[in-house]
Nanobody, 123 residues
Framework: QVQLVESGGGLVQPGGSLRLSCAAS????????IAWFRQAPGKDREGVSGISATGGSTTYSDSVKGRFTVSRDNAKKTVYLEMNSLKPEDTAVYYC????????????????WGQGTQVTVSS
């Protein structure tokens, strides 16, 4: 079992940067692939980025590729999402999620979710 808590969201101007953190509790964090999803008002939740349990494999949606970077520190039980060159369309609530399965960016594959953190990109 793993519990997840996101932090680091906020208001940023277009072109700016933010770093989100996903802190986990539980003894089996190393076994979980972690992904970041986001949900804008009136839209479905979409996958943004994922990282395998060991950190050796990462994946990104086309909309964030080249701008976002996911990483993890298993000793600290934390996953990070570095977001650069932010755009207004990146505005959403960002969630991290954990799965014992393959870390593909499909909502239904994830058993454990954080409460979300708001990211707003606006001038």
């Amino acid at each position: 079992q793993v519990q997840l808590v996101e932090s680091g969201g906020g208001l940023v101007q277009p072109g700016g940067s933010l770093r989100l953190s996903c802190a986990a509790s539980g003894s089996t964090f190393d076994y979980y692939a972690i992904a970041w999803f986001r949900q804008a008002p009136g839209k479905d939740r979409e996958g943004v980025s994922g990282i395998s349990a060991t950190g050796g494999s990462t994946t990104y949606s086309d909309s964030v590729k080249g701008r976002f970077t996911v990483s993890r520190d298993n000793a600290k039980k934390t996953v990070y999402l570095e977001m650069n060159s932010l755009k207004p369309e990146d505005t959403a609530v960002y969630y991290c999620a954990a799965t014992r399965g393959p870390g593909l960016l499909y909502v239904a594959m994830y058993e454990h979710w954080g409460q979300g953190t708001q990211v707003t990109v606006s001038s």
